[in-house]
């Protein structure tokens, strides 16, 4: 079932063995005598067999970020650790070792083909992010529990399942079970399923598969929901107005606001507060409504902005290209008809030219783009951005005056009550929690100053974060588009710079090979 300790001792993946492995099996002829002299780029490795190694601890296989298949079959591995970088492996061996716990194949997204058969694994576990899975081969190993099979349910393109060898294999119509339990399946210890006996298992389990189905499809609408919630989240975030749909806001502002429990009893408040909230939640939702208009405008002015920059640069270079080709007929008509210096001479002149040219061209870009973010972003910053800016400000002003509006009510009525309390004149004896605000005036008023100063914290707070997160975003922007800018312009000189270097070498060549005294 698994390997044990060998007389041997038990190795880790070192840098010697890897490029023994490596240079053992790469290309024969040519191509591996060069591998050979100038080494391998581990980077370009697509396929590893490191089988048969007496390995107990995966290590240093970072640099194979390329690997598609990779064999550790018949080694000592306990932990699978070490393959979080090849996140483009397809086809994983990991049989005939000492694996108890499965683990450490999170990032492995792309694996395809699966093999951990003949190790000590007891539980199905930690494989949930492997969704492409076609092919699993988990024969011999310890598993007792048919939840392994509920568990293999979520692979919907598991094609081929081997689990013979294992312990639960002997519980009453597994086959049948199983075949039914993961209606993906083509082969099942490496017999094909038929058809047939697919719709009698089917059929021998149908109550708890409509138990299940059931299950699952609550937890899809459940998943779906949650997703679109967090897609509105990101969306409502882009926009400025996270934290403002709806009673959001409205209800943080009580939630720290120690006191509103004791000021809650004083009486009309009830009826205050409903109507507090309509117009606070009012005036929320259409800032929502705005920000969520102005996102629009916002990705449209950039995308108008890309377009244009764009077209430019595509002009750009077409002149660029229309030039090289006027070069490259020049050098047609004079190279054939004879290398004689006046023909070279003439050449030299052109390539000189052409990069006069060229970066004449580049520069004039440079120019015309600079002059374009430039545009854009004054345009950006004072039509799109700044009215934003000014509509944040207003909406936030009305939540203020609202507050402030509730505030002085709230007081007049407070104050109003602790006067007939302490003359004895009220008609029901006030509420415990009141009775405590009502020791005397200065008590009653730092209540309620308090929760007022709560209240305007959490609506100037996010007043400030708004305004934060939106000169964050520009000056993201902007830098963006200028770095990009600058990052192209250097590509563009080097190419340049390559081309004309690459045509005055081949000057260089023609002149060494032409004679002295041409005829």
Known sequence: MSRLYDTIEPDVISEALIHKCVLEQGPDGEAGRIAKEEGIDFKEVTQLRLDFQNILRIENLWQFTSLRKLQLDNNIIEDVTGLDSLVHLEWLDLSFNNIEIIGGLDELVNLRDLSLAHNRITQLENLDTLVNLQVLSLANNLLEDVDCVRYLRQFKRLQTLCIKGNPVVSSDNF???????????????????????????VHTFRDELREIELTERELKRNEESRRLAEEKAQLYKSAYVDGLEDTTLYLKMFEEDSDSEQIKHLPELPEMLQQYETDFVACCNHL????????????IEVEDFR????????????????RVKAFEQLKAQLVPGGRGKSALKELETAIESLDHDLMRLEMQLVEQLDDLIKDFELKY????????KEQVQS???????????????????????????????????????????FMDKDTLVSALNNAHDTHMLIIDGREDAIAQQMSRDMTSLT????DGEIKRNRQKV??????????????????????????
């Open 494 to 519: 080097v190419e340049i710079e390559r081309y004309i270097d690459s045509q005055r070498e081949e000057i260089e060549a023609l002149e060494m090979s032409t004679p002295t005294n041409p005829s």
């Open 479 to 482: 830098q963006d588009i200028q």
């Open 175 to 201: 086959h049948s079970f199983t075949i039914s339990f993961i209606p993906s399946l083509v082969y099942l210890d490496f017999r094909m399923i038929m058809e047939e006996e697919r719709e009698e298992a």
């Open 288 to 299: 929502v409504k705005v920000g969520l208009e102005e996102r629009e405008k916002r990705l």
């Open 307 to 322: 377009t244009t920059h764009k077209r430019a640069s595509e002009a750009n270079q077409q002149a660029s290209v229309e």
């Open 395 to 437: 909406h936030m002003t009305q939540l203020r005056d609202l507050e402030n509006n509730h505030h002085e009510k709230v007081t007049e009525i407070g104050t109003t009550m602790l006067e007939k309390f302490v003359k004895n004149q009220l008609d029901e004896e006030p509420h415990e929690d009141l009775r405590v605000l």
């Open 381 to 388: 910053s004072n039509d799109i951005v700044g009215p934003f």
